[in-house]
């Protein structure tokens, strides 16, 4: 409901005012004329009927609102509303077109406008055009980085001086996750995300350290000074980190000059630090128990040198050395064991999708082998976790023996699951080979015409800690060799499928953040463009967060730099503990089926809470979505103490003469495309566009502090919505 214009009342008050002052004026003349007996007579006609007289004032006063409202709107409402589409027109990229209304005069000037408009576009798309051409090598140079940060395997986080994280690639983002105290709800979104702080991980102190050594061999003419260290994050994991600076090229490249920023190499080892552990142990407790052992048998050795020794003494004595004997045997096969087996795993094996390795495997053979090769049951959903080129290399070699010594005609390549292992069969019709000529073949060196390797397939099978076999199928007249070999984790399976599907070059990078600085002054006092925002809805129970209402999703997405990362975004369920109301379901569509088994929103709102760390909080009609987190505090323990900006305040601010504020109607004005209406991530990505076409319109105000934009929102009709 649009507020009524206190011009317009104020002009029915003073009609009335002055058609009360003319009737009274009017009835004074009449009085004043009339004789005595005149005014008793016409005083007895009219003083019952003074009703009449108030119904016609007031009578004509509502005509003459109404005649004012016509005129209002056509001659005050109707140039306002263009002004503020004109402006709108003058800040977006792609707003809608003026919609001629009012007077025929105001109705050419929206044409004109258009006009204008549609030649500005037209000279923007010319400039455009020449600067992207201008710069089309510059592109290309950042776009190559891009490519290389993305696909590299190490994890590469790019940091300003102030700890902020400007790039970082697919590995990082991955390895964040890891590190998540809640990877299940934030996905490691509250840890690694553009314009974060890398301090949310890392001590301030540890990098400001490794900064400074970086800084002294800088100093001491060190062409590619770096520093390394190893820290312990929250959830326990051990990291290693390699610090490279980025110079900055205005201080010139003489030793000592300055840098921008920081690039970290980041390796997890927690994994190897307890293999290491472990081995330290099994060393330890190796030579400890064999120092024991050998005392033992010295003892009773020395005892058996003695030629008076008693037969039941010496009987006793050699039975002690034969237990420490069989003692030493077992442990030192026992660390033989567990040795090899670190061996197996530390040799480097990649996680790849079971069908391209059959496939590779396919077209290699029929290659080498002269053979068509056909694939069965290859399961597309499978991942295994495997050094390829040494195994296609044992598949290859088992082939082209086959075929060399065997003239096999039929190659056939299988791969299924087989429990927690993948089995892969190389099959094949003909002739029957002995299980010593298997043998021989598994233990030989591996050649491919003139070329040979040392490797056998037995080191591949080991090196895969796997196992291998002849195997007969008499029924189907075959016979194949078997594979077993290890799948990857369903957490490497998951990352790894999100390396493969994401897409090339998301939104990781923001070199622009390389100029953005740590501000010593309160956020009401900067400036708007140089916020970080997190905008964000939560889809409900119901409309009454007083009356026990609960949310069923938050989504939220982050705004850094004046750019909407649509990646870095925050979605999660909630389940609320009661009934989600029948009025409710339609609008946003969340079932009672769809939260069972969900969080509860105890757990969700730590990682909300994380997410939103260090950012000014936006959202449409934010009181009620605020209320529903403030009641939560006592419960959960977690206060939102951010700055809040409502988009609704602020289009009221900028478009005061609108006839509505709804998101919708918001959103239509500024030519945005609305997805997901009435789901939390759909709706906060739309108020997030909605905001990014508020902000210059409000610096076009003058409203450029987050201060001034809390004020001018604050002042509002609007602002007195309470729930």
Not at 229 to 244: E, I, N, Y
Not at 291 to 308: C, E
Request: charged share 20%.
């Amino acid at each position: 409901m649009k507020p009524p214009d206190r011009r317009l009342i104020l002009a029915i008050a003073l009609v009335g005012l002055a058609l009360a002052a003319w009737m009274g004026l009017s009835v004074v003349m009449v009085w004043s004329t009339l004789e005595s007996a005149e005014r008793k007579t016409v005083g007895a006609v009219l003083g019952p009927r003074m009703a009449l007289l108030g119904m016609g004032w007031v009578a004509a006063l509502v005509g003459a609102a109404y005649v004012l409202n016509l005129l209002h709107r056509r001659y005050a409402h109707a140039p306002a509303r263009l002004l503020e589409q004109t402006r709108v027109l003058l800040a977006s990229r792609e707003p809608q077109p003026l919609i001629p209304d009012g007077s025929a005069e105001l109705r050419d000037l929206a044409g004109a406008i258009n006009e204008l408009a549609a030649q500005r576009d037209r000279l923007r798309e010319d400039v455009a055009q020449q600067i992207t051409e201008a710069s089309r090598s510059v592109q290309q140079e950042k776009n190559r980085l891009a490519a290389l940060m993305s696909e590299l395997t190490q994890s590469v986080v790019v940091c300003n001086l102030d700890g902020r994280i400007l790039l970082y690639n697919s590995r990082a983002r991955m390895q964040f996750r890891a590190l998540s105290e809640a990877p299940t709800l934030a996905d490691g979104a509250e840890l690694m995300g553009l314009g974060r702080s890398i301090y949310a991980v890392f001590d301030r102190q540890l990098v400001a350290h490794a900064l400074e050594t970086i800084h002294q061999r800088l100093r001491r003419g060190v062409a590619s000074p770096s520093a390394q260290f190893v820290t312990t994050t929250r959830t326990g994991q051990l990291l290693r980190a390699q610090m490279a600076p980025v110079r900055d090229q205005a201080s010139g490249t003489e030793p000592g000059a300055g840098i921008s920023g920081f690039v970290l190499m980041l390796d997890n080892v927690t994994q190897r630090f307890e293999d290491e552990s472990l081995r330290d142990r099994l060393l330890h407790g190796l030579t400890e128990g064999s120092r024991s052992s050998l005392a033992n048998m010295q003892a009773a050795v020395d005892m058996l040198g003695y030629a008076d020794l008693e037969p039941a003494m010496r009987e006793r004595f050699l039975a002690v050395v034969k237990e420490e004997v069989s003692a030493m045997s077992q442990r030192i096969t026992d660390l033989v064991q567990r040795s090899t087996q670190g061996l197996k795993t530390r040799w480097p094996l990649e996680e790849m999708l079971g069908t391209d390795f059959v496939t590779a495997a396919q077209r290699q053979i029929e290659a080498h082998c002269r053979r068509a090769v056909t694939l069965e049951g290859a399961d597309a959903s499978l991942w295994l976790k495997v050094e390829s080129f040494t195994l296609l290399q044992a598949l290859t070699y088992l082939a082209g023996r086959l075929v060399d010594e065997f003239d096999v005609k039929f190659l056939q390549l299988r791969l299924q699951q087989a429990g927690p292992r993948a089995q892969l069969d190389l099959v094949w019709s003909g002739r029957v080979m002995s299980t010593e000529t298997v043998m021989t073949w598994e233990m030989d060196p591996m050649r491919f015409g003139a070329h040979s390797t040392p490797l056998t397939v037995r080191d591949v099978v080991e090196r895969h800690g796997g196992e291998m076999w002849f195997e007969r199928e008499r029924v189907r007249h075959q016979a194949f060799f078997r594979f077993l070999l290890p799948l990857a984790s369903a957490q490497e399976q998951l990352e790894a499928a999100q390396i493969m599907h994401n897409e090339s070059r998301p939104e990781y990078y923001d070199f622009d953040l390389f100029q953005v600085s740590e501000q010593g002054s309160a956020l009401d006092d900067q400036q708007l463009s140089s916020l970080s925002f997190t905008v964000f809805d939560t889809e409900t129970t119901g409309l009454n967060p007083s009356e026990g209402d609960e949310i069923v999703q938050i989504g939220a997405a982050r705004i850094v730099n004046g750019k909407l990362l649509r990646q870095e975004s925050f979605e999660q369920l909630v389940d609320p503990g009661r009934v989600i109301s029948a009025a409710s379901i339609p609008i946003h569509g969340i079932t009672q089926e769809m939260v069972r088994g969900k969080p509860r929103i105890a757990e969700v709102l730590p990682a909300f809470h994380a997410f939103a760390q260090d950012t000014v909080l936006v959202a449409h009609n934010a009181a009620f979505d605020m209320k529903f987190l403030q009641l939560q505090e006592a419960r959960t323990g977690i206060a939102f103490h951010q700055p809040v900006l409502d988009t609704l305040l602020l289009s009221a601010v900028v478009h005061p003469n609108q006839e509505s504020h709804r998101l919708e109607a918001i959103a239509e004005r500024f030519n945005i495309t609305v997805l997901g209406r009435h789901t939390a991530l759909g709706d906060a990505m739309v108020t997030a566009e909605v905001l990014l076409r508020l902000l210059p319109l409000l610096q076009a105000m003058g409203i450029h502090t987050l201060r001034q934009a809390r004020e001018a929102a604050q002042a509002t009709y609007y602002a007195r919505l309470k729930y």
